[in-house]
C-alpha cells in the first residue's frame, strides 16, 4: 500500500499499518463503514454496509440517496471502519483509552455499471453480513437492480490503525493503589428472532443457528 | 432540535427523528463517534471518544493532532455515531438490512478554553466510558490539560436515523420457504484483564467487577 502523506499515522505512529494483511481482515469483520463526503463544503458522514472484494471497497443504497448521487459523480470520499476491541482502563485519566482498530481509504468511488460485476458486489454484500446465506433467498430482479446503485473504491491509499493490550501509565503511578487492565469488548449474536410472519414449518437454517460474529 | 435541509432524513423518512429523547441515549450509548471534517477538499473521517453534558457534544486529543488543529479553527464538521443491533434476515437479498440507530449532528465545534469546562468535559470522558472511575484515578495535571484539546460541538443541527424490528419483504415473497428474521447484535463485556504490571493486593473494584454496556 502507498503511504501518503493524507493518510500516514501521523500521531503515535507505532499504531500505524499500511499493508494488506493488517488492512483486510480489520475491513471483513466491520458490518459497516462510515463515509464521508463534501456537499456545497460541509462534510457528511454516514453508515452503510459494504463488502470487500479483492482490493476493492463496495458500498450500495439506493439509485436515489444523496450520498449515492453525490458520491457517484467521482468525488473524493473516505471510507472509516473501525471495530472496538476494549476499555483501557490506566491508573491515570490521562492515559485512559479504547483498544480498537480502524482503517481509513481515501479516494473516489465510481459507479459499477457491469451487470455481472453489480451482482457479484450484491452477493458480496449479504455474504459479508452472514456467510452462507446467498444461495437461499430470492436474488435481485430487473427492478431491484435498477433501484439500487453500487459503487467501487479501489483499496490504494489506505492506512490501519491499532492499538492493543495494557494501558501504558507513567512511571510514577505504577505505585498507586488503583486497578488497572483492560475491559474486553466484542460483538455478541444473540438467539435469532423468528420474523413474525414466518410461515410455520419452516426450520432455522444451519447459516442463522451457527452465526457467530468472527 | 430544529430539521434542517442538511439534516433531513430523505430516504425512508419515517425512520428519522429529532427530538432531544431520541438522540441523546442514542449518543450516551456510544463509546466512539466518527467525525468527519475537509482539509484542502479532502474528507477525513477519524473515529474518537466523545462525551455529551447536556446539549453539547465534547470530544478531545492531543493537541498536536491533525484533527483537533484543523477542527479547532472553527470548520464546518459533521459527527457520527452508530450503533448496530441486528442482522435483518429477509427472504429476497434486496431487503436484508442492518437494524441500527444512528445519530449525525452538524456543526462548527469551538476549543474549550474555560480550566473549569475542560476539567468537567475530561470527567464526562471517563464516566462515559465507565461510570464511577473518576472518583478513583488520577486527575489531569497542569501539562497533561496542556498537552490536551477539548472541542465543544452544539448539538443543534442534528438528526437521528432508527431501524427496528422484523424484515419487510415483498407480498409475493412471504410464500417461501426460506427462514427470515433478526439476529440481535449487542457490544458483550469480557472478565476484565489485570494490568500486567498490577501491583499485587490491589482488588478489582466494583465499578469494573459490575460493569455491563448499557
Known sequence: MKVTERTKVKRLPARGAYDRETIYPILDE????????????????IPTAFARI??????HGSSASRMLRSISKGIDICVTVTLVDGLVLARSAFHHSINYRSVVVLGKATLVEDADEKEKA?????????????????????????????????????????????????????????WAGVIPLTTAAGTPVPDSLLNDGITIPEHVTNYRHK
Chains 1, 2 share one sequence.
Not at 479483492?54 to 458500498?59: F, R
Not at 489506505?158 to 488503583?178: F, L, Q
Open 30 to 45: 466491520a458490518f459497516i463503514c462510515h463515509v464521508g463526503f463534501v456537499v456545497d463544503g460541509q462534510p457528511y458522514v
Open 54 to 59: 479483492g482490493d476493492d471497497l463496495y458500498i
Open 122 to 178: 450484491l452477493e458480496a454484500f449479504t455474504e459479508h453480513l452472514i456467510p452462507g446465506r446467498w444461495p437461499e433467498i430470492r436474488w435481485p430482479n430487473e427492478l431491484e437492480l435498477k433501484a439500487t446503485s453500487v459503487l467501487k473504491l479501489p483499496i490504494e491509499e489506505a492506512s490501519a490503525k491499532v492499538r492493543t493490550g495494557d494501558p501504558k501509565d507513567d512511571d510514577e503511578d505504577y505505585v498507586m493503589n488503583v
